[in-house]
């Protein structure tokens, strides 16, 4: 279960400011479920959840199984909303160091030439056993057509097809759209395996299908809990939504109030990625027509000894996001010394993780009196359960508050300004 705490940004609020607020979301939330919005033909991520089709569950299962038999290393190739997803739920449910199965490995998310040069020396090193390492790619692209994606996946071919000239066309496995685009001439004349991203969802949107799916089930995790939790979630919401409403309503209330940034952070550094899923799903969908809150990432305690001086008493334009996780299952508790010559005694028999929530605690209380209002999000536990409810929540507030600040939350017509300069400078025709 998760749990969402605003009344440490409402005591910032006047009650005034809040219900017009309120009353926004609320229309808002009515705009998502009768699909009167702008974008309505991007809500496709509900439609998957309100008619689960298991059967496509069972195919990315059975194929990732037998990739889990067969691979020493997984590479993802994809960017945006093509791969965040996927990243964050791998890092968040697994372990930091040598996890079980594949290796997972992302490219196609930049344009370092070293990125891939290094990955093909790693790639052409012996495994364990002194063998060939078995590779298998994932190239998920919607469009069949984004740069980084296409142009690391063209690299990456050209390796496999050299080191694999059996079975090449078996070690490939294409995401993307049902028709057009070039990935789609590829899987047309090699017979790559292909899953299909929907239409009508967008790239942001998309963890809970093949684009996320895959690797996750990959990665060993359980996509049926992960998805059937999102399910559960998105049944629960359209009963009662308050708890979407009262979080819209307050995030939108602190923009109307002036905040223009949201810091989204966590004291579980396995969270960082999922941060930056979230970061893409909020400033994706609200940075527009001059509106939203900036969101930025920070990993504390870490960051608390670097942009933790700048929350507590720079520029005071921000709102901070806590994502927090209540028990945590591997821990390790402090020793008593009985020389006690670094003076930690005080802290024996209390695990990390009690004395993270204190660090937790603290900072919350801190930022409080440094004037940064926050809302806390609390998972009971790290688990694929827990992580399938979020996902749905944070899809579905994305929505409702973009439609509060009177934005499209699917289209990102900004990131094809860049697109048209870098094309016209590389001479695309
Ligand atoms: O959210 C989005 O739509 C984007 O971030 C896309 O996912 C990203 O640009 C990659 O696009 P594509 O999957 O078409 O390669």
Known sequence: MIEINTSRAKQFLSEDRFSQAYKQAEKAFELVQQRNGEGTEWLGWRDLLADPNDAILEQIDSLATNIREQADVFIVCGIGG???????????????????????????????????????????????????????????????TTLETALSFRVLRKWMTEQFPEDVDDRIICTTSKEGGALNELIDQHGYKKFIIPDDVGGRFSVLTPVGLFPIAVAGIDIRTLFYEAVSKYEELEEDAE?????????????????????????????????????QLLGESEGKQGKGMFPATATYSTDLHSIGQFIQQGTRNMMETFITVKSEEKSITIEELPENNDGLNYLSGKTFHEINTQAFRGTLQAHTDGDVPSIVVSLDKLNAQHIGEFIYFYELLTAVYCYCLGVNPFNQPGVEDYKREMYQLLGKH
């Open 82 to 144: 093509s791969y965040l997803g996927a990243r964050a739920v791998i890092e968040a449910l697994g372990s930091f160091f040598g996890n079980d199965g594949p290796e997972i490995i992302f490219a196609g998310h930049h344009m370092s030439g070293k990125y891939l040069k290094d990955l093909i020396g790693y790639l052409d090193k012996p495994n364990k056993e002194g063998e060939p390492k078995s590779v298998f790619v994932n190239v998920i692209s919607k469009s069949g």
């Open 243 to 279: 708890q979407i409403i009262d979080y819209a309503a307050t995030k939108y209330a602190l923009f109307d109030d002036g905040k223009t940034l949201d810091v989204l952070t966590t004291f579980e550094p396995q969270l960082e990625a999922l941060g930056g899923w979230l970061q």
